[in-house]
């Protein structure tokens, strides 16, 4: 039975060895696809993994619940020369079927301080069918990577920060109601963000935001810029608290290896609900003497086939996540 205590491993309260022992401990138990969910509960604290990165989940149906998204928190601090959007992460997903819920994730790796890049990824994808609720994501530079070219994931009420590209990778992922943060591009407050940098391609949707917010620091922003393949980004219902900060063009013209890109807007807002998506946003994308002109802006129709059903037609994220909240309460009440 789900829940049972066979099937729960508990945390010492703020003990990082504790933690990677329970992990190590779910991926030896759930080594099979067919495994029944196991449950990682994660007290309030503060895990602090120093310099170790690519902490492994190699289980699958395993759960990580967190007592609450702000005091949680599991962090690690890679040195500024081991920097690299491969060797950083805090943790690394290859498990199927993951569900985090109610925790934080940083990646302290010192950003302002690491030259030309500061690639600090907090959780880096390799499985497939991961959900996150309430799970809040603090870094810069690729903050959170679906490295899987095929895969589908899903998020809901997080909360996810960082400068340039910090949202990257390749696969179908959905944003719904989530809160994305952009923070300083170096400490003065100059430069350009840029929040999403896809590299889709054998997938057909690529990122998607669902009623998701965005929140300045103080740089300007693009929206998304092309990584490679045929990069899709898609924003919908996006509420920008301050639309002054957002960059002309919306999306980044300057991909970096692909013009191909596929990327678009619809009823954007500002946040006293005032439509502030332009009429028409032709965005012609240039790398060398290569070019790829696009609107950006959808009609409603268009709009209307970016719905959970069409994206994950042989899958249900939001019944996974309203079915592991359920239980995690539960458990909490019981165990936390």
């Given at each position: 039975?789900?829940?049972?205590?066979?099937?729960?491993?508990?945390?010492?309260?703020?003990?990082?060895k504790?933690?990677?022992?329970?992990?190590?401990?779910?991926?030896?138990?759930n080594?099979?696809?067919?495994?029944?969910?196991?449950?990682?509960?994660?007290?309030?604290?503060?895990?602090?993994?120093?310099?170790?990165?690519l902490?492994?989940?190699?289980g699958?149906?395993?759960s990580?619940?967190?007592?609450?998204?702000?005091?949680?928190?599991?962090?690690?601090?890679?040195?500024?020369?081991?920097?690299?959007?491969g060797?950083?992460?805090?943790?690394?997903?290859?498990?199927?079927?993951?569900?985090?819920?109610d925790?934080?994730?940083?990646?302290?790796l010192?950003?302002?301080?690491?030259?030309?890049?500061?690639r600090a990824?907090?959780?880096?994808d390799?499985?497939?069918?991961?959900?996150?609720?309430?799970?809040r994501?603090?870094?810069?530079?690729?903050?959170?990577?679906?490295h899987?070219?095929?895969?589908?994931?899903?998020?809901?009420?997080?909360?996810?920060?960082?400068?340039?590209?910090?949202?990257c990778?390749?696969?179908?992922?959905?944003?719904?109601?989530?809160?994305?943060?952009?923070?300083?591009?170096?400490?003065?407050g100059?430069?350009?963000?840029?929040?999403?940098?896809?590299?889709?391609?054998?997938?057909?949707?690529?990122?998607v935001?669902?009623?998701?917010?965005?929140?300045?620091?103080?740089?300007?922003?693009?929206l998304?810029?092309g990584w490679?393949?045929?990069?899709?980004?898609t924003?919908?219902?996006?509420?920008?608290?301050?639309?002054?900060?957002?960059?002309?063009?919306?999306?980044?013209?300057?991909?970096?290896?692909s013009?191909?890109?596929?990327?678009?807007?619809?009823?954007?807002?500002?946040?006293?609900?005032?439509?502030?998506?332009?009429?028409?946003?032709?965005?012609?994308?240039?790398k060398?003497?290569?070019?790829?002109s696009?609107?950006?802006?959808?009609?409603?129709?268009?709009?209307?086939?970016?719905?959970?059903?069409?994206?994950?037609?042989?899958?249900?994220?939001?019944?996974?996540?309203?079915?592991?909240?359920?239980?995690?309460?539960k458990?909490?009440?019981?165990?936390?």
């Amino acid at each position: 039975m789900a829940g049972s205590r066979n099937h729960i491993i508990k945390v010492k309260a703020g003990d990082a060895k504790s933690l990677l022992e329970c992990i190590a401990e779910a991926n030896r138990r759930n080594v099979n696809i067919t495994s029944e969910r196991l449950y990682v509960l994660i007290p309030d604290g503060v895990y602090d993994l120093g310099e170790t990165t690519l902490t492994a989940i190699e289980g699958h149906n395993v759960s990580l619940i967190g007592e609450s998204m702000e005091g949680t928190v599991i962090v690690n601090a890679p040195k500024v020369e081991n920097e690299g959007i491969g060797k950083t992460a805090t943790l690394l997903n290859r498990g199927q079927n993951t569900y985090v819920q109610d925790l934080t994730l940083k990646n302290a790796l010192d950003y302002y301080h690491s030259g030309a890049a500061g690639r600090a990824v907090c959780w880096q994808d390799k499985g497939n069918r991961t959900v996150f609720k309430r799970v809040r994501m603090l870094s810069y530079q690729d903050t959170y990577y679906s490295h899987s070219e095929e895969c589908q994931h899903y998020f809901e009420d997080c909360e996810i920060h960082g400068t340039v590209d910090f949202l990257c990778g390749a696969g179908d992922v959905y944003f719904n109601r989530c809160l994305i943060v952009t923070e300083k591009r170096d400490l003065e407050g100059k430069g350009r963000d840029v929040i999403v940098a896809p590299r889709t391609s054998t997938t057909r949707w690529g990122y998607v935001f669902d009623h998701c917010t965005i929140r300045s620091d103080s740089s300007k922003f693009h929206l998304a810029r092309g990584w490679h393949t045929l990069p899709r980004c898609t924003w919908l219902y996006t509420c920008i608290d301050d639309p002054e900060k957002v960059a002309k063009g919306r999306f980044d013209p300057y991909s970096i290896r692909s013009v191909d890109c596929f990327f678009y807007e619809y009823q954007t807002m500002d946040k006293e609900g005032n439509i502030i998506s332009p009429q028409s946003n032709v965005v012609t994308y240039i790398k060398d003497d290569v070019q790829h002109s696009l609107e950006a802006v959808m009609t409603a129709e268009d709009a209307k086939r970016f719905s959970l059903k069409n994206i994950f037609p042989d899958w249900k994220p939001e019944k996974v996540s309203a079915r592991q909240q359920k239980e995690a309460l539960k458990l909490k009440r019981a165990y936390l």
